[in-house]
């Protein structure tokens, strides 16, 4: 090293920056109206689904203090766990063959992050104004007007987001008894609890989060590229049309060509604050704002819309037309999504369909072995778990096979009371010879009596002493 | 819990726990922002960490948000204050004074607060008019599968060893009362080895036979008269016919109902070996309230006709 380089040059690097506040200018355009179709029903069926009432009680309720999930005319019990299990694996299928087809729709139109940080920029744009007097707004020294509109905001906010708590606590528990307790403050601790927490969660994402939960906390914008390909649909600039950028703003005399007038309204637009003619990156959320934007400028200078646009990498380098992006979809990763999605979307149909209100479990009493009564007989005791999942009381006969002359002693009709569970005491005779030594299988069937017949087999092990 | 009780361990735990959580924080702190070295050349605007591989290889840097980094220090005060709140350092006791033991405590209140009305209201019923109430006989058949179920089986038909509690036939008595204190107090019974005292195994076999006479079951009619004679040791117990005596517990030998077995050989080990029997008190376990109930529905099983357990009843309680 020379004496000129004696002493190197050093710089700070911070490894923590203060967030860059992000003002999305309002747009208005197809992909507006299709995201604002998606918000009024995605919230119409959160907050109107508790509302609604089925044969006299709520018709949807997850009712956890009794371990009872009311769906319609379905009644889900804990056993029934697998069902949310497949209805998850259902979802997941579905994201990946969305995300494969079309990219990020789900974060664009319909992710919950998006839809209420859309509500809560609507009542901000309402109370403060456009872009450009947020901004203002935000330089300000503070003053009445400031006060009165930030307090404004926040109350708006805070409304929405106590409603919105509410409508989430009304799933776990009756939704009128709780209006009823909360018209007059006098919720259970644990109502106020999460009724505050889900609120101060939608009021602190929708709010002051924003974009950063789907940069910094969100896993599915990490991992969507192994279900991207080069023929999913994405959002994306003709960088080939668009560059070298001019900013004359006057009438193209091209309409097909025009290149990019650098006007940064697709950047103002967008609600995580990129630049989409960078290319594709993880911040884009595909909610096509800037979509909207840059075709409403390419309008308004007579050039032909599309310089920012829904289409895939392959299309975009190769150019290719409309039809050649929809005859990509039938490609090998869509499909083998699809016929995986079928398979376990029928099956789950068809197993919730021929789901039997019934359930039983054999639990062997382990006092005894096998005890010898009258006649050289050989006895066991069981306990029949038995749960009536339906919403009727109903009369069921017990009865029991697997071995000759196998037969329940005593009593064998009960009756179960709407979505009772009841433990059942039976004993159960082999007459003497009869079986082997040791163990034998045997099933119990629970028949029901009346309605639709519904039965139950169950396994289980008859002990004979050697 | 014996293997830390010396004084020693306490401030290592303390020391530990502390200097870990003050480590964390001058971790948090120091990676907090970086002074690299610019290479000759180097834009100090070019965003990197200063971390470079493989000679030309660097890191760019891609920083979080501020508030994450004020979460890191949030969970370090958080810490604090739960380890002044709670137990955690060492054997300090924390501020609250919380326990496991008492957290424990507060929730048998609560339930003994939710459901004792419900068993006080039988408790004030006499026993007969407690078995006679279906949603008493639901609880009670609740109870007994959870409480009495192991030893005396789901349908209360005993086991070897273990009374049959849907006969006519009692050890210490029948009565809804006697029932009672069996379950509050517990039982006890012993019957002492006898075989030196009858003196031989041929003596005892035919007291056996003797014993299998009294209830008209199959036995050697000759060994049972030789037997007869010695079984005056027993009748101190048994009574003079073999009747037994509940006020000790000494059971029946001229019926056909055993409790260890009725074959010539098992009486004649019960003889020998003797046997010693417990039932155990469950007075502080359950609560006098739950016995009565208990009580009541045991009673029942043994006078009520047709099945032992009714499997019908006319009102549900479990939902």
Same mark, same amino acid.
């Given at each position: 090293m020379s004496a000129s380089e004696s002493s190197p040059k050093t710089a700070v690097v911070r490894m923590y920056q203060a967030r860059q506040q992000i003002y999305p200018r309002d747009v208005s355009g197809r992909y507006a109206t299709l995201r604002w179709a998606c918000v009024w029903l995605t919230q119409l069926v959160f907050y109107g689904m508790p509302w609604l009432r089925w044969n006299g009680r709520q018709a949807v309720l997850f009712d956890l203090a009794a371990r009872k999930f009311y769906l319609f005319g379905i009644v889900l019990w804990p056993q029934d766990f697998i069902y949310l299990a497949v209805l998850l694996i259902i979802c997941a299928f579905s994201l990946f063959l969305f995300t494969a087809i079309a990219g990020r729709v789900w974060c664009g139109y319909a992710c919950p992050q998006t839809v209420y940080t859309k509500i809560f920029l609507w009542i901000e744009s309402r109370i403060e104004g456009p872009r450009s007097s947020r901004m203002r707004l935000d330089r300000q020294a503070w003053s009445l007007d400031k006060l009165l509109r930030k307090s404004g905001k926040h109350l708006a906010w805070g409304v929405v987001a106590l409603w919105t708590g509410f409508t989430f606590v009304g799933y776990f528990t009756s939704i009128h008894d709780l209006a009823r307790e909360a018209s007059v403050l006098g919720l259970g601790s644990w109502e106020w609890f999460w009724v505050l927490f889900y609120g101060f969660a939608t009021y602190g994402n929708a709010g002051w989060m924003r974009e950063q939960v789907c940069k910094y906390m969100c896993p599915y914008a990490r991992f969507q590229s192994a279900m991207f390909d080069r023929d999913s649909l994405i959002v994306t600039y003709d960088a080939a049309r668009g560059e070298p950028r001019s900013n004359s703003f006057r009438k193209t005399p091209e309409p097909a060509s025009s290149p990019c007038i650098d006007c940064s309204m697709c950047v103002q637009v967008c609600p995580t604050g990129i630049d989409i003619r960078a290319g594709l990156q993880y911040m884009c959320i595909g909610c096509a704002a800037c979509v909207d934007a840059c075709n409403m400028v390419m309008d308004k200078i007579g050039a032909r819309r599309g310089l920012i646009r829904y289409s895939t990498e392959h299309a975009i380098e190769e150019n290719l037309p409309a039809a050649a992006i929809l005859r990509r979809i039938f490609r090998p990763r869509v499909l083998i999504y699809s016929s995986a999605l079928l398979v376990i979307v029928s099956v789950f149909l068809g197993s919730l369909?021929?789901?039997?209100?019934?359930?039983?479990?054999?639990? /062997?009493?382990?006092?005894?072995?096998?005890?010898?009564?009258?006649?050289?007989?050989?006895?066991?005791?069981? /306990?029949l778990q038995a749960i009536n999942a339906d919403e009727m009381p109903h009369r069921y006969r017990i009865s029991v096979a697997g071995i000759d002359g196998v037969a329940l002693s005593g009593e064998s009709e009960i009756t179960l009371a709407a979505t009772e569970t009841r433990l059942i005491p039976v004993r159960v005779r082999v007459p003497h010879g009869q079986g082997r030594p040791g163990s034998?299988?045997?099933?119990?069937?629970?028949?029901?009596l009346d309605g639709a017949r519904a039965q139950v087999n169950e396994k289980a092990v008859f002990y004979i002493p050697r | 819990m014996s293997d830390f009780t010396d004084g020693f361990w306490s401030p290592y735990i303390t020391v530990l726990t502390i200097l870990s959580i003050?480590?964390?924080?001058? #971790?948090?702190?120091?990676?907090?922002?970086? /002074?690299?070295? #610019?290479?000759?050349?180097?834009?100090?605007?070019?965003?990197?960490?200063?971390?470079?591989?493989?000679?030309?290889?660097?890191?760019?840097?891609?920083? #979080?948000? /501020?508030?994450?980094?004020?979460?890191?220090?949030?969970?370090i005060v958080f810490a604090l204050v739960y380890l002044v709140l709670y137990p955690g350092?060492?054997?300090?006791?924390?501020?609250?004074?919380?326990?496991?033991?008492? !957290?424990?405590?507060a929730e048998l209140k609560k339930a003994d607060a939710d459901y004792g009305p419900m068993f006080n209201k039988y408790l004030h019923q006499d026993l007969k008019t407690v078995a006679a109430d279906p949603q008493a006989h639901a609880i009670g058949e609740r109870l007994f599968l959870t409480y009495c179920a192991q030893c005396h089986g789901s349908d209360a038909r005993g086991n070897k060893g273990f009374p049959n509690l849907t006969d006519q036939d009692w050890l210490h008595g029948g009565a809804p009362e006697t029932i009672k204190t069996t379950i509050m107090e517990g039982r006890h019974g012993v019957?002492?080895?006898?075989? !030196?005292?009858?003196?031989?195994?041929?003596?005892?076999?035919?007291?056996?036979?003797?014993?299998?006479?009294?209830?008209?079951?199959?036995?050697?009619?000759?060994?049972?008269i030789f037997g007869k004679p010695k079984f005056t040791v027993c009748m101190g117990c048994h009574g003079s016919g073999g009747t037994g005596n509940q006020a000790i517990g000494a059971p029946n030998l001229s019926d056909k109902i055993w409790l260890y077995g009725g074959s010539v050989d098992t009486i004649m080990e019960t003889i020998r070996k003797g046997r010693d029997n417990t039932m155990p008190s469950f007075k502080d376990f359950l609560g006098e309230p739950k016995v009565h109930v208990l009580a009541a529905y045991v009673w029942s099983l043994s006078n009520h006709p047709g099945s032992a357990v009714a499997l019908d009843r006319p009102t549900a309680t479990s939902q």
């Open positions: 369909i021929l789901r039997v209100p019934l359930k039983v479990d054999v639990i /062997r009493d382990r006092g005894s072995m096998g005890r010898e009564v009258e006649d050289g007989m050989v006895e066991n005791v069981y /306990r034998n299988s045997i099933s119990f069937r629970l028949q029901e | 003050f480590g964390c924080g001058v #971790l948090l702190w120091m990676q907090g922002s970086r /002074r690299v070295t #610019l290479e000759p050349g180097q834009d100090p605007a070019d965003n990197t960490t200063g971390h470079v591989w493989d000679d030309d290889l660097g890191e760019l840097n891609n920083p #979080l948000p /501020r508030w994450w980094m004020w979460l890191f220090y949030l969970t350092l060492g054997s300090f006791a924390g501020q609250l004074g919380w326990k496991s033991s008492s !957290a424990y405590q019957m002492p080895p006898m075989g !030196a005292a009858l003196g031989g195994d041929k003596d005892v076999e035919n007291v056996a036979n003797y014993v299998l006479s009294l209830s008209g079951s199959t036995h050697d009619p000759i060994k049972a």
